[in-house]
Protein backbone atom coordinates (compact mmCIF):
# COMPACT_ATOMS: atom_id res chain seq x y z
CA UNK A 1 0.00 0.00 0.00
CA UNK A 2 1.21 3.68 -0.81
CA UNK A 3 -0.16 6.59 0.80
CA UNK A 4 0.07 9.91 -1.02
CA UNK A 5 -0.69 13.47 0.44
CA UNK A 6 -0.38 16.14 -1.72
CA UNK A 7 0.04 20.34 -0.31
CA UNK A 8 0.98 23.47 -2.10
CA UNK A 9 -1.74 24.40 -3.61
CA UNK A 10 -3.93 27.99 -3.77
CA UNK A 11 -4.68 31.42 -5.88
CA UNK A 12 -2.22 32.53 -7.93
CA UNK A 13 -2.15 35.34 -10.49
CA UNK A 14 -1.47 34.66 -14.18
CA UNK A 15 2.01 34.60 -14.76
CA UNK A 16 2.61 33.44 -11.45
CA UNK A 17 4.61 30.18 -9.77
CA UNK A 18 3.55 27.44 -7.71
CA UNK A 19 5.33 24.20 -5.95
CA UNK A 20 3.18 21.41 -5.49
CA UNK A 21 4.38 18.25 -3.30
CA UNK A 22 3.38 14.44 -2.76
CA UNK A 23 4.88 12.93 0.34
CA UNK A 24 4.91 9.38 -0.56
CA UNK A 25 4.74 6.66 2.44
CA UNK A 26 4.18 3.18 2.20
CA UNK A 27 5.91 0.09 0.53
CA UNK A 28 9.53 1.18 -0.98
CA UNK A 29 9.54 3.28 -3.37
CA UNK A 30 12.31 3.05 -5.61
CA UNK A 31 10.24 0.40 -7.63
CA UNK A 32 7.33 3.22 -8.27
CA UNK A 33 6.72 5.47 -11.11
CA UNK A 34 4.70 9.19 -9.88
CA UNK A 35 2.56 10.91 -12.01
CA UNK A 36 0.52 14.41 -11.99
CA UNK A 37 -2.73 14.82 -12.81
CA UNK A 38 -5.26 17.30 -12.67
CA UNK A 39 -8.89 17.36 -13.27
CA UNK A 40 -11.09 20.84 -14.06
CA UNK A 41 -14.72 21.01 -13.51
CA UNK A 42 -16.69 18.87 -16.02
CA UNK A 43 -13.86 17.86 -17.17
CA UNK A 44 -11.78 14.47 -17.44
CA UNK A 45 -8.79 13.91 -15.37
CA UNK A 46 -6.07 14.69 -17.78
CA UNK A 47 -2.31 13.68 -17.32
CA UNK A 48 0.83 16.32 -16.31
CA UNK A 49 3.88 14.81 -15.49
CA UNK A 50 5.68 11.81 -14.31
CA UNK A 51 8.79 10.70 -13.19
CA UNK A 52 10.27 7.57 -12.22
CA UNK A 53 12.01 7.49 -8.61
CA UNK A 54 14.78 5.31 -9.37
CA UNK A 55 16.56 6.76 -12.61
CA UNK A 56 16.41 10.70 -14.22
CA UNK A 57 13.40 9.76 -16.91
CA UNK A 58 10.68 12.46 -17.03
CA UNK A 59 7.52 12.85 -18.70
CA UNK A 60 5.16 15.63 -19.59
CA UNK A 61 1.98 16.83 -21.00
CA UNK A 62 2.53 19.06 -24.05
CA UNK A 63 0.24 21.57 -22.39
CA UNK A 64 2.89 22.26 -20.18
CA UNK A 65 5.73 21.66 -21.56
CA UNK A 66 8.90 24.31 -21.15
CA UNK A 67 6.35 26.05 -18.00
CA UNK A 68 6.71 22.76 -15.31
CA UNK A 69 9.04 20.78 -13.56
CA UNK A 70 8.62 17.25 -12.27
CA UNK A 71 11.43 16.58 -9.88
CA UNK A 72 11.97 14.26 -6.19
CA UNK A 73 13.54 13.77 -3.24
CA UNK A 74 14.20 10.44 -2.55
CA UNK A 75 15.38 11.56 1.17
CA UNK A 76 12.51 12.77 1.80
CA UNK A 77 9.94 10.35 -0.33
CA UNK A 78 8.57 13.66 -1.94
CA UNK A 79 7.54 14.15 -5.36
CA UNK A 80 7.30 18.34 -6.59
CA UNK A 81 5.52 19.98 -9.68
CA UNK A 82 7.40 23.00 -10.12
CA UNK A 83 4.42 25.43 -11.69
CA UNK A 84 5.86 28.46 -13.92
CA UNK A 85 3.75 31.19 -16.05
CA UNK A 86 0.64 29.60 -14.73
CA UNK A 87 -2.22 30.56 -16.82
CA UNK A 88 -6.28 30.67 -16.03
CA UNK A 89 -6.93 26.95 -17.68
CA UNK A 90 -4.43 25.57 -15.33
CA UNK A 91 -7.23 25.85 -13.04
CA UNK A 92 -7.71 22.47 -11.50
CA UNK A 93 -7.37 20.00 -9.15
CA UNK A 94 -3.90 18.58 -8.81
CA UNK A 95 -3.52 14.88 -7.90
CA UNK A 96 -0.47 12.74 -7.17
CA UNK A 97 -0.42 9.05 -8.49
CA UNK A 98 1.49 5.97 -7.89
CA UNK A 99 2.08 2.71 -9.91
CA UNK A 100 4.56 -0.16 -9.99
CA UNK A 101 7.52 0.67 -12.87
CA UNK A 102 6.64 -1.64 -15.76
CA UNK A 103 5.95 -2.48 -19.48
CA UNK A 104 2.03 -1.78 -18.15
CA UNK A 105 3.29 2.06 -16.58
CA UNK A 106 5.03 2.73 -19.84
CA UNK A 107 2.47 2.15 -22.36
CA UNK A 108 -0.03 3.83 -20.44
CA UNK A 109 1.18 6.51 -18.02
CA UNK A 110 -0.94 9.25 -19.24
CA UNK A 111 -3.88 7.19 -18.46
CA UNK A 112 -5.22 7.99 -15.10
CA UNK A 113 -6.79 4.01 -14.95
CA UNK A 114 -2.77 2.81 -14.72
CA UNK A 115 -2.44 4.16 -11.39
CA UNK A 116 -3.53 2.44 -8.74
CA UNK A 117 -2.90 5.26 -5.83
CA UNK A 118 -3.56 8.54 -5.59
CA UNK A 119 -3.46 11.45 -2.76
CA UNK A 120 -7.00 13.30 -2.07
CA UNK A 121 -5.94 16.23 -4.17
CA UNK A 122 -4.87 20.09 -4.22
CA UNK A 123 -6.82 23.35 -5.11
CA UNK A 124 -5.10 25.37 -7.95
CA UNK A 125 -6.82 28.69 -8.97
CA UNK A 126 -5.25 30.95 -11.46
CA UNK A 127 -6.68 33.91 -11.92
CA UNK A 128 -6.59 36.31 -14.94
Known amino acids: QVHLVESGGGLVQAGGSLRLSCAAS????????MGWFRQAPGKEREFVAA????????YYADSVKGRFTISRDNAKNTVYLQMNSLKPEDTAVFYC?????????????????????WGQGTQVTVSS
Open 26 to 33: GRTLSSYA
Open 51 to 58: ILWSGSST
Open 97 to 117: AAEPYGSRWLAGYKRAYVYNY
